[in-house]
């Protein structure tokens, strides 16, 4: 399976009385390195595998009658821009408390809150099998003195560095799949569902406990959230109810057969 839907989600119906009166213009700036199965190439947005951030905005502009425009850049430059209220929204995203100071998270408690999380994805240990790489699913320090591999720009990172692993990051999944068959470097921590189904035949060993398992958000601007108090809401719960739908069933039948997109 691609994905997991946070826990404890019941029906949640969207009021129309938090729509009322015009709609404002969305600004969502989305990364414009493909990573599959979220997001395609630029230039693919319309078509039929746009990636599931793109059916997401689709099933959004439809059910809650919005303008939404989408910006292309790179993850740093989307979150410059959300900081600067230059742009509205930025995801799907992981929670971490640097994210937390440039824009808003659905929050409860003081936590982010999963129950208003889009998807769940775990990052994954990937080693050649002829490797023993010790991993006891708890302790990310168990990983010191090994060459690590993750995509540049993805939370793990930040997460693997915090507990003095060294990390080597890369712009594409397949560069960094070329560099491990290499022996460049000892193993990867990915979420990528591309990976599990070309392991086996690049001989790679998937580690059974995760590294990490993270909530993705809708996140929004500060400056949004200020102009239109009611909205930023309004997107969290209708983006978590988006895989209970028969849209979001339809949109992860597509990509759940694909290694990478078509």
């Known amino acids: 399976m691609l994905f997991k839907i946070p826990c404890a989600l019941s029906t949640l119906l969207i009021s129309s009385s938090l729509m009322a009166g015009p709609n404002p213009a969305l600004r969502w700036c989305v990364d414009d390195k493909p990573s599959f199965f979220f997001y395609n190439k630029v230039g693919t947005e319309d078509s039929t595998h746009p990636g599931f951030v793109f059916d997401l905005i689709s099933h959004l502009r439809s059910e809650l009658h919005l303008d ?18 230059e742009i509205d929204v930025v995801g799907l995203l992981s929670h971490n408390e640097e994210r937390e100071k440039i824009g808003y998270f659905p929050m409860r408690h003081g936590v982010a809150d999963g129950d208003r999380a889009v998807i769940r994805t775990s990052y994954y240990l990937y080693a050649p099998k002829e490797k023993n790489i010790n991993w006891d699913g708890r302790n990310l320090t168990l990983l010191k003195g090994k060459r690590m591999g993750a995509i540049e720009g993805f939370s793990i990172v930040h997460d693997l560095e915090a507990a003095g692993v060294k990390v080597e990051t890369f712009k594409s999944l397949d ?20 990976i599990n189904r070309i392991s086996e035949r690049i001989q790679l060993h998937k580690h059974d406990k995760p590294l990490k398992t ?22 969290w719960k209708e983006g978590a109810r988006y895989l209970k739908t028969a849209d979001g069933q339809a949109a992860i039948s597509k990509y759940e057969k694909l290694e990478n997109f078509p």
């Not at 939404?68 to 209220?85: D, F």
């Not at 070329?178 to 990915?190: H, P």
């Not at 400056?223 to 809401?233: G, M, N, T, V």
């Open 214 to 235: 993270k909530d993705y958000f809708i996140q929004v601007s500060r400056h949004f959230q200020e102009k239109y108090p009611s909205l930023p809401d309004t997107l």
């Open 175 to 194: 560069g960094m799949i070329t560099r491990l068959q290499k022996n460049d470097i000892d193993a990867v921590a990915l979420n990528n569902d591309k």
């Open 68 to 85: 939404i425009k989408v910006v292309r850049r790179s993850q740093s430059a989307c979150s410059v821009l959300l900081e600067k209220g």
